[in-house]
């Protein structure tokens, strides 16, 4: 903290006195690394001290207006210049606090007073009308530019062009510049392409997109993963895979090598329009093709197969991934769990929630509830019963439907005891805090109650 003493000798040191309010000289706050001596000059016995320190003072300011009075107090000192830098660390400080006329005013002072114009001006500038959500004065950088004759880089084009497209109602107006650039010496690139297809697929409108994707190749630039995934994205949301299968193969063609995103599209795209043909053989080109599929490829493809009711297809999946060096995960478990105890596949069902539980996964109530469900259907009440003691070893609860299907057949009596020991066995799990048996005994005692009603003699 800064004495207001020091402040007001800063002041009076400058050719006009600016009065500050009290506000101002209590909250002037000097940077830790900066002592009560850092506006004295080594050189000379001028107050005012070097440009560079004026500058890290200025730096240090939280308040952006109490910033710009001490630039103009220095100005305002015999022979005292601003470095280049400072004004630029000024106006980064005023535009985020949305102060554009105070920037304006610093942008016509650079060029008034002969400072070198530089890319990086024109970079915060386009940053701060950007983080301030203003597309036309980010629009309006652009021809600024060119009215301080200098012309722009094509990162600034891009920058521009990715602020305007942000906004649905700017789409329009990124593409005229887009299209005009070249005549103001600035040349699109890939990105420039890419960004302004990318808007026009999220619009709909795959059609100029894709017509834009040709003039690259017009235009000898050459296109990146990114501009035929951009568009395979889109042909996939409008259910056109067919085409998006073309785009993949002409990138295999031109020696392109597909990413995993591009792999990851395309398998959800074949599989959820049901060409699970396809969607395997494409699975199995990826290793040849330089990319290895991972965890997420195989589990798209295995979810594809369940949802066919394919699950012995999805058998074959899990045990290529295995082969391959990829583990499956709870996901795979649990959707090739589920996907057989829907084709009443129980007996391999129960094999791979064995394997799941031997690994650590945890089954989801679900798949517990379709096993049972399904052994109980055809009669397999110990099997059940099995999956139930397997599950709560694990510490896993059967979810209460799970209890209302097996209580009921464990508790009927056909030629004296039914099942009463495996109900026992059952029973005797050590229990863990968070297991729901208390819903088994509620279960079985409304059971219980319920028959003696129906059946008075029998009590």
Same mark, same amino acid.
């Given at each position: 903290?800064?004495?207001?003493?020091?402040?007001?000798?800063?002041?009076?040191?400058?050719?006009?006195? =600016?009065?500050?309010?009290?506000?101002?000289?209590i909250?002037?706050?000097?940077?830790?690394?900066?002592?009560?001596?850092?506006?004295?000059?080594?050189?000379?016995?001028?107050?005012?001290?070097?440009?560079?320190?004026?500058?890290?003072?200025?730096?240090?300011?939280?308040?952006?207006?109490?910033?710009?009075?001490?630039?103009?107090?220095?100005?305002?000192?015999?022979?005292?210049?601003?470095?280049?830098?400072?004004?630029?660390?000024?106006?980064?400080?005023?535009?985020?606090?949305?102060?554009?006329?105070?920037? $304006?005013?610093?942008?016509?002072?650079?060029?008034?007073?002969?400072?070198?114009i530089?890319?990086?001006?024109?970079?915060?500038?386009?940053?701060v009308?950007?983080?301030?959500?203003?597309?036309?004065?980010?629009?309006?950088?652009?021809?600024?530019?060119?009215?301080?004759?200098?012309k722009?880089?094509?990162?600034?084009?891009?920058?521009?062009?990715?602020?305007?497209?942000?906004?649905?109602?700017?789409?329009r107006?990124?593409?005229d510049?887009?299209? *005009?650039?070249?005549?103001?010496?600035?040349s699109?690139?890939?990105?420039?392409?890419?960004?302004?297809?990318?808007a026009?697929?999220?619009?709909?409108?795959?059609?100029?997109?894709?017509?834009?994707?040709?003039?690259?190749?017009?235009? $000898?630039?050459?296109?990146? =993963?990114?501009?035929?995934?951009?568009?395979?994205?889109?042909?996939?949301?409008?259910?056109?895979?067919?085409?998006?299968?073309?785009?993949?193969?002409?990138?295999?063609?031109?020696?392109?090598?597909?990413?995993?995103?591009?792999?990851?599209?395309?398998?959800?795209?074949?599989?959820?329009?049901?060409?699970?043909?396809?969607?395997?053989?494409?699975?199995?080109?990826?290793?040849?093709?330089?990319?290895?599929?991972d965890?997420v490829?195989?589990?798209?493809?295995?979810?594809?197969?369940?949802?066919?009711?394919?699950?012995?297809?999805a058998?074959?999946?899990?045990?290529?991934?295995?082969?391959?060096?990829?583990?499956?995960?709870?996901v795979?478990?649990?959707?090739?769990?589920?996907?057989?105890?829907?084709?009443?596949?129980?007996?391999?069902?129960?094999?791979?929630?064995?394997?799941?539980?031997?690994?650590?996964?945890?089954?989801?109530?679900?798949v517990?509830?379709?096993?049972?469900?399904g052994?109980?259907?055809?009669?397999?009440?110990?099997?059940?019963?099995g999956?139930?003691?397997?599950?709560?070893?694990?510490?896993?609860?059967?979810?209460?439907?799970?209890?209302?299907?097996? =209580?009921?057949?464990?508790?009927?009596?056909?030629?004296?005891?039914?099942?009463? *020991?495996?109900?026992?066995?059952?029973?005797?799990?050590?229990?863990?805090?968070?297991?729901?048996?208390?819903?088994?005994?509620?279960?079985?005692?409304?059971?219980l =109650?319920?028959?003696?009603?129906?059946?008075p003699?029998?009590?």
């Amino acid at each position: 903290m800064t004495s207001p003493s020091l402040l007001r000798s800063f002041l009076r040191s400058t050719e006009t006195l =600016i009065p500050l309010s009290s506000h101002h000289i209590i909250s002037f706050n000097f940077s830790q690394n900066l002592n009560q001596q850092s506006f004295y000059s080594s050189r000379s016995n001028s107050l005012i001290g070097s440009p560079s320190r004026v500058q890290k003072l200025i730096a240090s300011q939280s308040d952006p207006l109490l910033a710009k009075e001490i630039f103009e107090c220095a100005s305002r000192h015999p022979n005292f210049s601003h470095s280049y830098s400072t004004y630029l660390i000024l106006i980064l400080k005023l535009g985020r606090t949305r102060q554009f006329s105070l920037v $304006d005013d610093l942008v016509r002072r650079l060029k008034s007073e002969s400072y070198p114009i530089t890319p990086t001006l024109f970079s915060y500038l386009i940053r701060v009308y950007g983080e301030a959500d203003l597309p036309d004065k980010v629009l309006k950088t652009f021809y600024t530019m060119l009215q301080y004759g200098f012309k722009p880089l094509p990162k600034h084009l891009n920058r521009i062009l990715e602020i305007l497209v942000s906004h649905r109602n700017f789409v329009r107006p990124a593409f005229d510049l887009f299209r *005009d650039a070249h005549r103001h010496g600035v040349s699109p690139n890939t990105q420039s392409y890419n960004i302004l297809m990318r808007a026009f697929c999220l619009n709909g409108d795959i059609s100029i997109a894709y017509h834009l994707f040709n003039k690259m190749f017009k235009r $000898d630039i050459v296109p990146d =993963i990114e501009s035929y995934r951009i568009l395979m994205q889109a042909m996939c949301r409008k259910s056109q895979v067919n085409g998006a299968v073309d785009l993949l193969e002409d990138m295999l063609n031109k020696g392109f090598v597909p990413d995993s995103l591009t792999y990851t599209t395309l398998l959800n795209s074949l599989c959820r329009k049901k060409k699970l043909r396809e969607a395997y053989k494409l699975l199995c080109r990826m290793k040849i093709k330089g990319c290895n599929p991972d965890i997420v490829h195989y589990n798209t493809v295995i979810s594809g197969f369940c949802r066919e009711r394919r699950a012995h297809d999805a058998c074959k999946v899990i045990a290529d991934m295995q082969n391959n060096g990829c583990l499956p995960n709870v996901v795979s478990y649990r959707t090739l769990v589920g996907g057989l105890c829907d084709k009443g596949m129980l007996d391999e069902a129960n094999n791979y929630m064995k394997e799941m539980l031997s690994k650590g996964f945890s089954p989801h109530f679900a798949v517990i509830h379709g096993l049972v469900k399904g052994f109980c259907n055809v009669g397999k009440i110990e099997e059940a019963c099995g999956v139930l003691t397997k599950s709560l070893e694990h510490g896993e609860a059967p979810h209460i439907d799970t209890w209302a299907i097996i =209580i009921p057949l464990l508790c009927e009596v056909d030629d004296g005891v039914r099942s009463r *020991d495996v109900l026992e066995q059952v029973l005797k799990i050590e229990i863990t805090g968070h297991t729901r048996i208390v819903d088994a005994g509620i279960g079985l005692e409304n059971y219980l =109650i319920r028959k003696i009603r129906a059946n008075p003699r029998a009590s």
